[in-house]
């Protein structure tokens, strides 16, 4: 479980990743901005969190998630979004993104009135669909457990 006292959500990791504080998102720095390492398969899960207010609205929040993760529409042979909710009230969209981009995976969660996260995931090798398959199927059930098991504190 990562369950860090600074932030305010937790969910269930998989064993054989390593949880890294990112701070060099655009040169700031916020400690609840993490990566999730899976360095067997030379990946990692970014994700960004950032609380709702008035100036960071909800609608701004989902806008620049939706942006972000089109994005890759110019490798993606296609982009895929699911609804996600679980059990803990957390819901979101998944983005499956197929093809040579290079994050096949993107999503969002939040509770729509205080908390707002989003990630992504990345290998660091050249993007090829075809050869990343399996470990792009292992990789996402683990993430699955990671969104069915998020939760706000």
């Known amino acids: ?6 932030c305010p959500f937790r969910f269930e990791k998989p064993v054989y990743t390593r949880i890294q504080h990112d701070s060099s ?3 700031m720095s916020h400690p609840c901005w993490i990566n999730v390492a899976f360095p067997d398969f030379n990946g990692t899960v ?3 969190y950032k609380e709702i207010n008035k100036d960071m609205t909800l609608e701004r929040l989902l806008e620049d998630a939706h942006k972000l993760s089109f994005k890759h529409t110019k490798k993606a042979n296609y982009i895929d979004e699911s609804l996600i909710v679980n059990k803990h009230g957390v819901s979101g969209i998944f983005y499956n993104v197929g093809g040579d981009a290079a994050s096949n995976v ?5 509770d729509s ?3 707002f996260i989003r990630g ?6 050249e993007p090829n669909s075809d050869s990343m398959a399996p470990v792009l199927t292992f990789v996402r059930q683990d993430l699955d457990t990671m ?3 998020f939760e706000w504190k």
């Open 1 to 6: 479980m990562y369950d860090s006292k600074d």
């Open 147 to 149: 969104l069915s098991t």
């Open 120 to 125: 992504s995931l990345y290998f660091y090798n």
């Open 113 to 115: 009135t205080r908390h």
């Open 46 to 48: 970014n994700l960004t």
């Open 25 to 27: 998102a655009m040169g």
């Open 106 to 110: 993107q999503f969002f969660l939040t």
